[in-house]
């Protein structure tokens, strides 16, 4: 199963507004609208702010700590990796419950097939 893109979304919601709407709504509007609400969920996550999305889960800015880790191709030498502002996902309730119905066999059978390419 290939991943989702963003076009797989402008297409899908133009899609299904095309038949309750008798395609009102152009796909580059559609296009447009998914870019500016990815565009605030990066702004708002880049000044610090967590972004809840009811049903589905909460993107949430965690700071890392300093740490000093290794280089694998010259281990004699120390790494210091500075802090930093990582992005956490948790799932909400609902997406938990859906996530215990997938079917895990594929879900590994569609890994294993792309660490092979």
Sequence with gaps: MPNLTKRDIVLQIYKEQEKCNNGEILQNDVK????RTLDILSDSLAKGRNVELRNFGVLEVQVRKPRVGRNPTKPERDVVIPKR???KFKAGKELKAALKKLDLGMVENTKASRARK
Excluded: L
């Excluded at 447009?32 to 870019?35: A, P, S």
């Design 85 to 87: 502002a990582i992005v």
């Design 32 to 35: 447009e609208i998914v870019q």
